[in-house]
């Protein structure tokens, strides 16, 4: 998957480990020390980045997999750290104090005031931001910090506050934050009832039921439809499934000093992630040499075949 | 799942999958020759028996990806044939996914392709596809000889035609 974006045109890749340093631990994906090496000499050989993700929170008693993941990350020799939790953090800055440090979004800094204070106790050098700010006030937020900044242009919506969700743990009892997985695939099931719609739950927890031919979405929690006493006909009552995308929006971006752009791909597949990086790479160099982007159609690659741009453009996007 | 218009070939009885079987062992067999580490990520679901139900084909399939013993049978449509997992999706569509060419989440969102059973297990092989390098079809199209070589040669230009435009 690395080798698909890098083909693709990525500058740099995220990638983490089979264990719960990172936010997307799931079954079958991610890498092994070995697999990391070989990636990140691939990687480097066709000029690109590689970013090892420890970006879940180290819970006590369990520090040394994080500290491990680290030192071999370091020993490899990966371009970045992406990190949330400040022992994370500081081991690093103090163990690999030539490693550049970049804040996830995990953290959940949206303030001047926090991502100064990563900058200036671990030397954070790139902030990934929350998706939850509008274009001029990251103008106003690049204004304030003295480092890069990094913003989300496909894939989730993500307007929880993220690293504080604990909607998984509050259904299954694993911790998005703490574990590395929102809704694991072994806590998820879907039945089909006799009129042909499918029943999404998680634990015990039904999250949606979708009509025969209607669009299905991630079975997380915050995109679900409940019924209650107030409006008992379901309703989405935190998020609906429906990806962000930022394509139209590369010139603005690029205008209010946004570093670097991320896109959703970890859990994806080949197909999606050379589609959607070759897609972007193709726009974003037609933006750096003053053209248009030439806007492709990535609607059959999104959640629910809809998109948005979410906060980006207003936050009454709903 | 939608609704699929086009029409599913009759079922076959179990005494005439018999032919099918040796060409299935041979398929599986030739698809790990071609990429040893296709089953590495399966961890836990080695084990695993995966149905699946590929739209017209006039019968099941069934995979255990143990890497020491691999099985892929033809099963007749009709019993329920106990299963850790179900994948049910068109020929077209499973193949895309079986190649990378296809988006297993888009697929499902669009409900194309629809699952049942132990869900990880899914996810996890299909993470596993998505990491090859290479075709698993072109494994299939490369074990053709003779004859069905020179019959499936438009067939393979026409499939990798279509790929090329999928998403």
Known sequence: ?318 | MKHVTTKRLPPIPAVCLLPVQPLLKRIVKRIILDHPTIFDRLGPYKQCSYVIDAGRLPFLLLLRPDPLNPRLRALTRGPAHPCDARITGSCAQLARMADGCGDGDALFFSRDIHITGNLDAVVCLRNAIDDLDGSIMDSIWGMLRGPGKLLGQPARRRYHRRAATWA
């Not at chain 1, 020993?75 to 500081?90: H, P, S």
């Not at chain 1, 197909?271 to 790479?281: E, K, P, Q």
């Open chain 1, 1 to 318: 998957m690395l080798r698909a974006a890098v083909d693709a045109g990525a500058d740099a890749v995220y990638c983490g480990f089979q264990n719960a340093t990172n936010a997307r631990n799931f079954t079958g994906l991610n890498f092994t020390s070995e697999e990391l090496h070989s990636s990140v000499a691939y990687a480097h050989a066709h000029g690109a980045k590689v970013l090892l993700a420890l970006n879940s929170f180290a819970s006590a008693g369990r520090f040394p997999l994080w500290k491990e993941a680290a030192d071999c990350g370091a020993r490899i020799g990966v371009d970045a750290f992406i990190v949330a939790d400040i022992g994370v953090a500081a081991c690093i800055a103090h163990h690999h104090p030539h490693c550049r440090l970049h804040l996830s979004v995990q953290a959940g800094a949206s303030s001047p005031e926090a991502i100064n204070f990563y900058c200036c106790e671990f030397g954070i050098r790139r902030a990934v931001l929350p998706r939850i700010l509008t274009i001029p006030e990251i103008r106003q937020l690049k204004a304030e910090i003295p480092c890069e900044i990094e913003t989300f242009v496909f894939g989730n919506h993500g307007l929880m506050v993220e690293g504080r969700c604990s909607l998984t743990n509050y259904a299954v009892g694993i911790s998005t934050n703490m574990d590395g997985a929102c809704s694991p695939p072994s806590k998820v099931r879907y039945d089909r009832d006799s009129a042909g719609a499918v029943i999404a739950s998680l634990g015990s927890h039904v999250i949606d039921r979708f009509a025969p031919d209607e669009q299905a979405g991630y079975p997380t929690i915050c995109k679900g439809r409940y019924c209650t006493a107030a409006r008992p006909e379901p309703f989405y009552a935190f998020e609906e499934p429906i990806s962000l995308n930022l394509m139209e929006m590369l010139p603005a971006l690029a205008a209010v000093g946004v570093d670097a752009l991320k896109i959703e791909g970890r859990q994806r597949s080949r197909a999606y992630v050379g589609n959607v990086v070759g897609g972007f790479r193709k726009a974003i160099d037609a933006v750096a040499a003053g053209r248009a982007p030439d806007l492709i159609d990535l609607l059959a690659l999104t959640e629910g075949q809809k998109q948005t741009q979410g906060a980006f453009m207003t936050k009454k996007w709903r």
